[in-house]
């Protein structure tokens, strides 16, 4: 018999493509503090603040459930792994896409 190992309520990601793609400009949405799996910050430093502004560089899964999106916060000079509900398109990267011309 198998089991759902999802623990958070949400429904398993992986079924559908991800929400974001490399080098898409996307703003957190959320405070983001280390869980303790961020190197020489200590355990509950705030990392990523709501509204900071980053790319994408990676796509990962955890737990063959969620999507995980490395996120190069490039000011604040470090890398984050995040949730795609955690993340947010900007503006800038909504005006980006609708003005490409594929064919």
């Known amino acids: ?6 623990r958070d309520g949400d429904t ?6 991800p929400k974001f793609e490399y080098g898409q400009k ?3 949405k959320k405070y983001v503090r280390n869980d303790g799996t961020f190197q020489g910050r200590e355990v509950g430093e705030i990392l990523v603040s709501k509204g900071d502004v980053g790319y ?3 796509i990962g899964t955890f737990l ?3 999507y995980i999106y490395g996120i190069d916060f490039y ?6 792994g995040m949730r795609g ?3 947010e398109l ?9 003005g490409e011309i594929h064919g």
């Not at 018999?1 to 999802?6: D, E, F, G, R």
């Not at 398993?12 to 493509?17: A, C, D, I, T, Y």
């Open 1 to 6: 018999m198998a089991t759902n190992i999802n």
């Open 12 to 17: 398993v990601e992986l079924v559908n493509p």
């Open 26 to 28: 996307v703003r957190s």
């Open 56 to 58: 994408v560089t990676s």
């Open 64 to 66: 063959q459930q969620f």
């Open 75 to 80: 000011e604040l000079g470090y890398r984050v």
């Open 85 to 87: 509900k955690e993340l």
């Open 90 to 98: 900007t503006d800038e990267a909504v005006v980006e896409d609708e």
